[in-house]
């Protein structure tokens, strides 16, 4: 059997299979981190952020007003997870690895916004690079017991 089929088997779940309790909590953390940046993102690009976001955090990026910020956070860390459930739901082929770009992406936001902006709010923003790194982890864990189940 090829590596190719043996990944697109393991990553993929029959209709009648039950959920295993990894992808259950990998979908529940992609609705809450969602719900999370669609309120952030829309509260950027909507509502005047200055009363909640200091202007000196903004001084520190590329950008001038907080509404391309705010369509990054709705994007990447909102629609992307809304995506990977989506495949979820579906039971797409491609879930699993959705999964593991969810997370990834959410470390590479907080990486970033901690170098442009620096560590401003460290419980917020080390809760969310913990949310990232335990979301790749976990889906990590889920794929290779697809794979053990498969071979």
Not at 123 to 151: C, E, I, P
């Amino acid at each position: 059997m090829s590596t190719s089929t043996l990944l697109h088997q393991a990553v993929r779940l029959p209709a009648r299979t039950r959920r295993g309790g990894k992808e259950r909590a990998l979908m529940v953390m992609e609705v809450v981190l969602a719900v999370g940046a669609y309120g952030g993102g829309l509260m950027m690009m909507l509502v005047q952020p200055d009363d909640y976001l200091p202007p000196e955090w903004l001084g520190r990026t590329p950008f001038r007003s907080w509404v391309l910020p705010g369509v990054a956070l709705t994007l990447l860390v909102g629609v992307l997870p809304t995506l990977a459930l989506a495949g979820a739901i579906r039971r797409s082929g491609w879930a699993g690895l959705g999964h593991v770009t969810v997370g990834a992406v959410l470390v590479g936001w907080i990486a970033i916004q901690v170098a442009w902006v620096g560590l401003v709010a460290p419980s917020l923003q080390l809760s969310y690079l913990t949310f990232g790194l335990v979301l790749v982890g976990v889906a990590f864990l889920d794929l290779r017991g697809r794979l053990r189940n498969v071979a």
